[in-house]
């Protein structure tokens, strides 16, 4: 089963098509690294300073991007 999922994000909504689900109960469930793809992804647009309606698979964002690509860096202790 896939959804559609809109975000929004400082200057538009990012829109991404066919993010699978799973159904538990009443609910459903995106899986941890699909929604952390596309959080790290519209943090990308706002730091790119796109503004307006983007939208772009799923498929098509793991194709590109992997959640590394998103991951801020921290510091370690000396």
Known sequence: MTTTNERSF???TLVVTDVPVQKCDCEE???????ALMAGYA???VAGNIIGKVTVSLSDLQRRFSVEDFQRT???PS
């Not at 469930?29 to 929604?35: C, G, M, P, R, V």
Request: hydrophobic content about 55%; glycine content about 12%.
């Open 43 to 45: 943090r990308m647009l």
């Open 10 to 12: 400082v200057g538009g």
């Open 29 to 35: 469930q995106i899986l941890l690294a699909d929604a």
């Open 74 to 76: 921290t510091l370690s």
